[in-house]
């Protein structure tokens, strides 16, 4: 299982599996197991404000980066607003400068999207910081070939990686069930549909029972 101490990626094999609600829910628990932990939004568009979600849900201090108005990739929006692109080795230096012992640090839309000047990625981000990455993915069809796809992307660049479900259904079908069996790589834990409506302190609460960091995750799940 990967080492949560330092920076840590929380990726995804796509856009809206859960990426925000996920990095909330490590966040919660890791700080009930005492650990400090601070959480970095890498970059945000539109009108939404994830690192809020994060404390909102959390308690846990985040904060992002660069703030673009365009709900589009990263790099597309700060093109389309001026604003200037990020620079990889300015974002790996600020987060080597966080005093939290794990620096959680959320991508926006899958591994490759390009977040900043020169196109680079979530991947070249952990490279950079030697980092190991969460995916989440989803729970029903598609999601086996995005998270093959998706490990072995970080697998060629030499990064540790764990998978997590970002959103289990209340109600989950035949699909659902069967990747569970056959979702490919260590698995981290599950996160319920709707856990972002739960008020705040039984979210915090309720975190420590949707991961297990210890044993073996092949079968791991709600039904596990």
Wanted: with cysteine.
């Amino acid at each position: 299982m990967i080492a949560f101490e330092g920076p840590v990626l929380v990726t995804g094999t796509d856009t809206g599996v859960g990426k925000t609600v996920a990095t909330a829910a490590l966040a919660a628990f890791l700080m009930r197991q005492g650990r400090s932990v601070e959480v970095v939004k890498i970059a945000q568009t539109g009108d939404d404000d994830d690192a809020a979600e994060v404390t909102r849900l959390s308690g846990a201090p985040a904060r992002a980066l660069a703030c673009y108005p365009d709900p589009l990739a990263p790099f597309a929006a700060a093109r389309r607003s001026g604003l200037p692109l990020l620079e990889l080795h300015d974002v790996a230096e600020t987060v080597l400068e966080a005093k939290s012992e794990v620096v959680l640090l959320e991508g926006a839309g899958g591994l490759l999207v390009q977040l900043g000047a020169g196109g680079w990625t979530a991947r070249d981000l952990a490279v950079e910081l030697g980092c190991p990455a969460v995916v989440v993915t989803r729970a029903g069809l598609g999601t086996l070939n995005h998270t093959a796809l998706t490990l072995e992307a970080l697998s060629r660049r030499g990064i540790d990686a764990s998978v997590l479900i970002g959103s289990w259904p209340l109600e989950p079908g035949l699909a659902e069930y069967e990747n569970l069996k056959d979702l490919p790589g260590r698995r981290l834990g599950w996160i319920p549909a709707g856990a972002a409506g739960l008020d705040p302190e039984v979210f915090r609460l309720s975190a420590s029972e949707w991961f297990d960091l210890e044993g073996d995750l092949r079968r791991f799940g709600p039904d596990a």
